[in-house]
């Protein structure tokens, strides 16, 4: 094993606002995107713990909770609620992209304030729907939550 | 760190003394969550004579183990593991002080289901309760 030292903050702190929600289903290949994805949006990580008989607590997992709000509100026209139904009932990767770049089939909007890309990758998860209203437009919530037994294959 | 060695054997074993060689098929270490403290459990004779004096007598005492293997112990192959443990006709614990091991110790388990949980229900989060008394009695 070699030393690890995280010691320098220039280029090596990034930016990377939450840009995009993807879904992929794997049968049918069918990708869904969901780019402009609003202020509130937001990822946690928290992990589970169990505490052993020396008092230290032990890491058991981590629950993965996304949190999506979506934008695009023409609900009765643009086929959004019948896709995420579909997506629902159906083998699917969650995709959470945070910066810009690493698409697949579109060239995403630009985007400001941003130096660098990174995404979580979730699987066996279920989407959540709700809806609210804010100031003078409705908007769509979209929230996920995933428990990983480690962090490795989490971040891409 | 202490751990709790489980190890299991067709045949009754002869000699005691702990064996770090043995294949993760037959013995696997553990350093569980709750204490691997060595319980003491009396049974005792008690009554009252005609003359109306209660009396106890100690019959024998048997050391047991309460042990819990939680989640991050615990994957598939640990799960078949202690289910081949609990199946197996001779079954032994050996436990670490920090500094060595002791001897084997021929232990028996309750009858019944397979005492394992899951954490929040999560099938990941698998846990393992194992109540384990000595054969023998002190």
């Not at chain 2, 209660?54 to 289910?83: G, M, P, Q």
């Amino acid at each position: 094993m070699s030393d690890l030292i995280l010691k320098n903050i220039q280029n090596s702190i990034y930016l990377m606002p939450i840009r995009a929600i993807q879904f992929y289903e794997t049968v049918l290949e069918d990708w869904t995107a969901i780019e402009h994805l609003e202020s509130g949006s937001n990822f946690r990580i928290t992990s589970i713990t169990k505490q052993n008989s020396k008092g230290a607590n032990v890491t058991l997992g981590y629950r993965v909770e996304l949190t999506a709000n979506v934008a695009h509100n023409d609900y009765a026209n643009n086929g959004l609620i019948e896709r995420l139904n579909r997506i629902n009932s159906a083998d699917f990767q969650l995709h959470f992209k945070m910066g810009y770049g690493d698409d697949i089939i579109y060239t995403p909007p630009k985007m400001i304030n941003y130096n660098n890309k990174q995404k979580i990758v979730i699987e066996n998860t279920k989407i959540v729907m709700e809806f609210e209203s804010v100031e003078l437009r409705p908007r769509m919530i979209l929230k996920a939550t995933q428990f990983i037994k480690n962090l490795e294959n989490i971040f891409y | 760190m202490s751990y709790i060695a489980l190890m299991f054997s067709a045949t009754e074993l002869f000699e005691l003394t702990y064996n770090p060689a043995l294949t993760d098929s037959e013995q696997r270490l553990y350093d569980t969550i709750t204490p691997k403290a060595t319980l003491v459990n009396r049974t005792v004779d008690e009554g009252v004579l005609l003359s109306g004096r209660r009396y106890s007598h100690l019959i024998h005492k048997h050391f047991e183990w309460d042990i819990t293997i939680s989640a991050d112990e615990l994957n598939t192959s640990d799960v078949e593991f202690i289910e081949n443990f609990l199946d197996s006709p001779f079954k032994y614990i050996s436990t670490h002080n920090g500094t060595s091991w002791s001897n084997y110790i021929q232990v028996i388990s309750n009858s019944g289901r397979t005492p394992i949980d899951y954490i929040e229900g999560l099938e990941d989060l698998p846990e393992i309760t194992l109540n384990l008394r000595k054969v023998l009695s002190e």
